[in-house]
T-cell receptor, first 113, second 114 residues
């Protein structure tokens, strides 16, 4: 069965500092991995995905994520946080054999000015 | 621009009522999904559809049904609403018959069942 763990309910970071939001996953086969962001009272917006190829994936708004197969992780990173990055972030996994996408519980990011 | 539209942003219903949540996408996507979002639980998949008139159960289908009569429209039906179905409901779609596409989400429908 597929599962996603986001071990931190909340991440606090000062503006200008690097940020990391952690994600680990479990699938029976090879994974497709995704990050989404949700602003208050809105739907989710796609940030980036790993399908195949280079383990470092770059996405929207300066975010990037690194796929680590041995650690089954897909952590989201940004070199310099902005106050406007404050939002709820979701990691998601899809088995390469199906359409079902499973989401983590979400991590709330607070960026302080 | 890509658009997934959920017809109702906020609904208040009474226990036992039948509830329809409508979702329309204008991107000619093959795949459509219904999730519910609850604090601390993330998003949980209720049903999805990869073609017209086709549907597959997700992880929490009990108490729900769906309808997809046209490619662009995917409806979620609560036959007899209960208070534990109070939640945010998110519709999403994705392109292609391969499964590498990301999901495009609507703004959500917040349902309160009294």
């Amino acid at each position: 069965a597929q599962s996603v763990a986001q071990p931190e309910d909340q991440v606090n970071v000062a503006e200008g500092n690097p940020l990391t939001v952690k994600c680990t996953y479990s699938v029976s086969g090879n994974p497709y991995l995704f990050w989404y962001v949700q602003y208050p009272n809105r739907g989710l917006q796609f940030l980036l995905k790993y399908i195949t190829g280079d383990n470092l994936v770059k996405g929207s708004y300066g975010f990037e994520a690194e796929f680590n197969k041995s650690q089954t992780s897909f952590h989201l990173k940004k070199p310099s946080a902005l106050v406007s990055d404050s939002a709820l972030y979701f990691c998601a996994v899809r088995d390469t054999g199906g359409f079902k996408t499973i989401f983590g519980a979400g991590t709330r990011l607070f960026v302080k000015a | 621009d890509v658009k997934v539209t959920q017809s109702s942003r906020y609904l208040v219903k009474r226990t036992g009522e039948k509830v329809f949540l409508e979702c329309v996408q204008d991107m000619d996507h093959e795949n459509m999904f219904w999730y519910r979002q609850d604090p601390g639980l993330g998003l949980r998949l209720i049903y999805f559809s990869y073609d017209v008139k086709m549907k597959e159960k997700g992880d929490i289908p009990e108490g729900y049904s769906v309808s997809r009569e046209k490619k662009e429209r995917f409806s979620l039906i609560l036959e007899s609403a209960s208070t534990n179905q109070t939640s945010m409901y998110l519709c999403a779609s994705s392109y292609g018959t391969t499964n590498t596409g990301e999901l495009f989400f609507g703004e959500g429908s917040r349902l309160t069942v009294l």
